[in-house]
């Protein structure tokens, strides 16, 4: 968990994040921002990079997909478009931008883009509020691709999604819980010796005969 700046952004729990919506912070602007990186699972500077186009038709509607451009994405290495969700649409809905054309969350007195350390700041202070520790903007993102993992969505298609350049990098990000790994160990129970007898070699058709072994037929 993320201490004072230091270790991995801490994944977030439902309740965590119901607690952040809707205790936390105190803006639609801010709930927008951070919905935006929650269930966009994009990276901060990509959400405050926004262009309102990207997310907004002319007449304001919300579009169905979310267009990170090239030149906000870590690396600059491709554009891609991330669905909008229903919980993220109304979101989006209740935030009203300030430019039908500019950036979709201004900077102050409206010039440029929102700075990713402002966002952090707000962050930062709404955790103190509620008494939250170890979150960071990154939390989101984490907390994003850890939950499409655990829901069994093929890392490909998260790739995809997270914009990361190989799936080595997505890997760093997925959280593996205790209870997780010892579901896996679990797992060996069936290879176990209690029962009508001890597991013979004669089971694993992969094992070479040893003497006074019995003979597997190769049929």
Do not use: W
């Amino acid at each position: 968990m993320k201490i004072n700046r230091h270790g991995r952004a801490k994944i977030l729990t439902s309740s965590e994040i119901q607690q952040l919506f809707n205790e936390g912070f105190q803006s639609d602007r801010d709930r927008a921002l951070f919905g935006v990186c929650l269930y966009t699972a994009c990276r901060i500077n990509e959400a405050c990079t926004l262009n309102t186009p990207d997310v907004y038709d002319k007449k304001m509607r919300v579009r169905d997909e979310i267009i990170f451009r090239r030149h906000n994405t870590k690396g600059k290495l491709s554009a891609r478009a991330v669905p909008v969700i229903e919980e993220l649409r109304s979101l989006l809905v209740k935030y009203q931008p300030n430019s039908r054309d500019g950036f979709l969350f201004p900077g102050r007195h409206g010039r440029g883009h929102i700075n990713s350390e402002s966002a952090s700041r707000i962050l930062r202070e709404t955790c103190e509020m509620i008494d939250f520790e170890g979150v960071s903007t990154h939390s989101f993102r984490r907390t994003a691709l850890t939950q499409m993992s655990n829901a069994g969505i093929p890392l490909r298609i998260i790739q995809e999604i997270s914009g990361h350049r190989n799936l080595e990098e997505l890997q760093k990000y997925l959280e593996v819980r205790p209870e997780q790994i010892k579901g896996a160990v679990s797992s060996l129970s069936m290879l176990g010796h209690i029962g009508d007898g001890y597991v013979r070699k004669i089971d694993f058709v992969d094992v070479n005969p040893m003497p006074d072994t019995e003979t597997v037929s190769r049929d």
